[in-house]
């Protein structure tokens, strides 16, 4: 628990949530436990799809892998919405990334969890982050592992197949299929 004070930011995020009309003196709704859904941005002009689709940061099935926790499409939600969610929080995990800005509407006694690939280790943003917002930890931590049999499901989402199985190419060329799937993929 941290007791850090920081002017700026402590204005900043009162503005931002009497904008909103959220309570300043919030308290943690103990049964609100939330994880960020990391999606890769492929609308940016310099993304190099094929790295974006093997990326680690980017979890399949989330809903399965925290049936018990509230996961987060940030993209689908307005910042009005992610505001007053997380701003009741008891916890906030997600892989290290943008997300995890929304540390700062924590109430006091909220908790972050900070999953960093192993290339990530030194990079301590977040924890920093934290150290501004009175009255909320924050924790690093590695990557969560993915499930068993996730490439068996993405396939048959994405394609109509599994790995067992040729390809249906009604869905997708077999060239498209080959590039993005099997090409360099270890798992």
């Not at 399965?64 to 906030?92: D, G, N, P, Y």
């Not at 900070?114 to 280790?121: A, G, M």
């Not at 993405?154 to 299929?177: C, H, I, W």
Request: net charge negative; proline share 5%.
């Amino acid at each position: 628990d941290n007791g850090s004070n920081c002017g700026v930011m402590d204005r900043f995020i009162e503005r931002v949530l009497t904008t909103y009309d959220i309570p300043l003196d919030r308290t943690v709704d103990e049964t609100l436990d939330l994880v960020i859904d990391r999606q890769p941005y492929f609308a940016h002009p310099r993304v190099d799809m094929e790295k974006a689709m093997k990326d680690a940061r980017v979890l399949p099935d989330m809903e399965a892998m925290f049936s018990s926790s509230r996961v987060l499409k940030l993209h689908t939600m307005s910042f009005k919405e992610q505001v007053e969610l997380i701003s009741r929080a008891k916890s906030l995990r997600g892989v290290h990334g943008a997300g995890l800005t929304h540390l700062l509407w924590l109430p006091k006694g909220g908790h972050v969890v900070e999953w960093q690939p192993e290339d990530y280790s030194e990079n301590q943003l977040f924890a920093n982050l934290a150290t501004w917002v009175p009255g909320i930890s924050h924790q690093t931590d590695t990557m969560p592992q993915k499930p068993k049999g996730m490439l068996e499901g993405l396939m048959e989402v994405l394609f109509g197949t599994s790995a067992s199985k040729k390809p249906d190419n009604s869905f997708v060329s077999r060239e498209s299929y080959q590039q993005y799937v099997w090409e360099g993929y270890d798992d």
